[in-house]
């Protein structure tokens, strides 16, 4: 609550502008908190959420409810803080790094994988 107190003055909650959140690793998970804190006092201008090797967050039914629809989670398969807990799920699509390969694979539905 008191990143949010000390952040919630800077913003406005009008259509002129947007409120984007992004966070790495623990960052990651304040980040899907924060949104879902401001999108609960009124705030409807969260547009977007991107977490960078996050720990997994809620379970899919409260995500929808809680975070804005564009939420992306980046992910790289040797991080092990991204399975973490296994009872979450992961929120939003997801760009996922395959370390062995180098290559990026897109899952647009990650309960699926």
Do not use: M, W
């Amino acid at each position: 609550d008191r990143i949010l107190e000390d952040v919630q003055p800077l913003l406005n909650n009008d259509n002129r502008t947007t409120i984007e959140v992004a966070g790495h690793s623990l960052g990651g998970a304040v980040a899907y908190i924060i949104a879902a804190k401001l999108k609960k006092r009124g705030y409807t201008n969260v547009v977007k959420v991107t977490s960078l090797a996050s720990p997994r967050f809620l379970c899919g039914s409260l995500q929808a409810q809680l975070l804005p629809p564009d939420t992306l989670r980046v992910e790289s398969d040797a991080d092990p803080a991204t399975l973490l807990p296994p009872f979450g799920s992961s929120v939003g699509p997801k760009l996922l790094l395959l370390e062995d390969s180098g290559k990026i694979a897109y899952i647009s539905n990650p309960s699926s994988s």
